[in-house]
């Protein structure tokens, strides 16, 4: 029943049936619920939707993680594969063997179905080929030891710094007959170095030769320093190259200062001139005579 709040008006009246107030209470809950519950699921929606884009965020950077490797597993085989070349150059400059390679690269990747299986696989035969390049220097390391013993073993340097005035071989003047040695001129007194590492075998007078120097060098090798003015060393005495052992003088059958200077192998001698200025790798060759 409406009553207006106008006197002049008059009230009426009207039934609202039970049903629809029912059904109108009905709507309302069934909508608050439809609301409700989607507001609900569209913060789950948005949680997850978060959490999707997090997951494809990272996903991305794995895979460029997996890019930049696989792009420094090529560069690490490009480098060693540049190693490897340099590596038998020098081997073919210094006359030595190639190193044989028995790890490559396989030719067929596509049996790797995974990126990051190819890249696995490539680091471990990047390892395996960097192991064969260690044992490829180890060699020339000793082959470079080798060397260098073998040069500082060589009567290579000159004893003096002078003029030869009488090789080695037959000659007439001053005396007839084979010259032993070579004769360089120098002035009384200078020192004569030793030509090569090893141990002073004599140290003494020598007929003819006057005050004479002998140093054996091992490997049947020696040479012999004469007509020295004094001695510097003992016998006995372990030589370095390079070394003062005596000084020029005019001691022996002489016309005048000078050092006699011989080489002998094996007991004979040899043309000195051979051996001098021989480098640290010409003078290997002496060695394979
Ligand atoms: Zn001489």
Redesign the pocket.
């Known amino acids: 029943m409406v009553i207006p709040h106008d006197a002049r008006e008059n009230s009426f009246s009207f039934k609202i049936p039970i049903l629809l107030v029912y059904a109108l209470i009905g709507i309302t809950l069934f909508s608050a619920l439809v609301v409700g519950s989607s507001l609900v699921y569209s913060s789950i929606l948005s949680r997850r939707l978060v959490h999707y884009h997090n997951a494809l965020a990272k996903n991305r950077e794995q895979k460029e993680v997996i890019d930049s490797f696989s792009k420094e597993t090529q560069k690490v085989h490009a480098v060693i594969s540049e190693l490897v070349a340099e590596d038998n150059e020098l081997r073919k400059l210094l006359g030595l063997k190639s190193w044989k390679t028995k790890v490559a690269l396989s030719s067929d990747m596509d049996k790797f179905s995974g990126k990051s299986e190819k890249i696995s696989h490539n680091l471990k035969i990047a390892d395996l080929q960097l192991s064969e390049r260690e044992k490829s220097l180890d060699e020339l390391k000793s082959w470079v030891k080798t060397v260098r013993t073998r040069y500082v073993s060589t009567p290579s340097r000159w004893p003096i710094s002078g003029r030869i005035v009488?090789r080695f071989g037959y000659r007439v003047y001053p005396w007839r007959g084979f010259?032993?040695?070579?004769?360089i001129s120098g002035r009384y007194g200078a020192p004569v170095r030793a030509t090569a590492n090893g141990v002073v075998s004599f140290a003494g007078w020598k007929r003819g030769y006057g005050r004479t120097l002998m140093i054996d060098h091992g490997h049947g090798t020696s040479t012999l320093y004469?007509?020295a003015s004094g001695l510097a060393v003992k016998s006995g005495q372990h030589i370095k190259k390079g070394q003062v052992i005596c000084y020029v003088g005019n001691t022996g059958y002489t016309t005048g200062p000078?050092l006699?200077y011989e080489v002998r192998k094996a007991g004979r001698p040899v043309n000195p001139v051979s051996y001098l200025n021989l480098n640290i790798l010409t003078a290997s060759r002496i060695w394979r005579r």
């Open positions: 009488s010259h032993t040695g070579l004769d004469a007509h000078h006699h």
